[in-house]
T-cell receptor
């Protein structure tokens, strides 16, 4: 079974600073994908970043990057130059290629302060 | 153009009623999903359909019945609504099976009184 754990219920960061959100996961699958989704107050789910587990290179999307440690089953999200619009719930998720189930963590609420 | 749309966005109803939530995607995707987000913001998959066939059916009460009339639509019908059904329900679609990017609809907030 797949599980995803986010141990930080809430985080805060000052505008323009860098923040890292933690995520660990467990899976017995060989082929899987990892995601970070953002849910702002509008409640729309927005994909932030996607990592294929077979790729060693960490995914990056503009100010967002991940630190993927496959052996440790860790998948943290780094947000650089934080902006007020980054204020949202952030969900880490894993998805097995075989089952196609997207399993979410419990989320981290990020507040960016001016 | 809206990629994944859901109607209605808000639904308030009494216990015991039957209600439906509609979902449509105009992305040409083969796979569609329903997720439930509870009051603690926890998101859990309920169902998935691939080419109109049910693929994933999590441990959801059989009062919930998804229906996919075609690849672009996946509706969710709920019978005999209970207080615990109050949640936000998200529809999503994906082109690729097993790891493809999922596009989410705006969600339907269901409140059962």
């Amino acid at each position: 079974a797949q599980t995803v754990t986010q141990s930080q219920p809430e985080m805060s960061v000052q505008e323009a600073e860098t923040v890292t959100l933690s995520c660990t996961y467990d899976t017995s699958e060989n082929n899987y994908y990892l995601f970070w989704y953002k849910q702002p107050p509008s409640r729309q789910m927005i994909l932030v970043i996607r990592q294929e587990a077979y790729k060693q290179q960490n995914a990056t999307e503009n100010r967002f990057s991940v630190n993927f440690q496959k052996a440790a089953k860790s998948f943290s999200l780094k947000i650089s130059d934080s902006q007020l619009g980054d204020t949202a719930m952030y969900f880490c998720a894993s998805q097995s290629y075989n089952t196609d189930k997207l399993i979410f963590g419990t989320g981290t609420r990020l507040q960016v302060f001016p | 153009d809206t990629a994944v749309s859901q109607t209605p966005k808000y639904l308030v109803t009494q216990m015991g009623n039957d209600k439906s939530i509609k979902c449509e995607q105009n992305l040409g995707h083969d796979t569609m999903y329903w997720y439930k987000q509870d009051s603690k913001k926890f998101l859990k998959i309920m169902f998935s359909y691939n080419n109109k066939e049910l693929i994933i059916n999590e441990t959801v009460p059989n009062r919930f019945s998804p229906k996919s009339p075609d690849k672009a639509h996946l509706n969710l019908h709920i019978n005999s609504l209970e207080l615990g059904d109050s949640a936000v329900y998200f529809c999503a679609s994906s082109q690729d099976w097993g790891g493809g990017r999922e596009y989410f609809g705006p969600g339907t907030r269901l409140t059962v009184l």
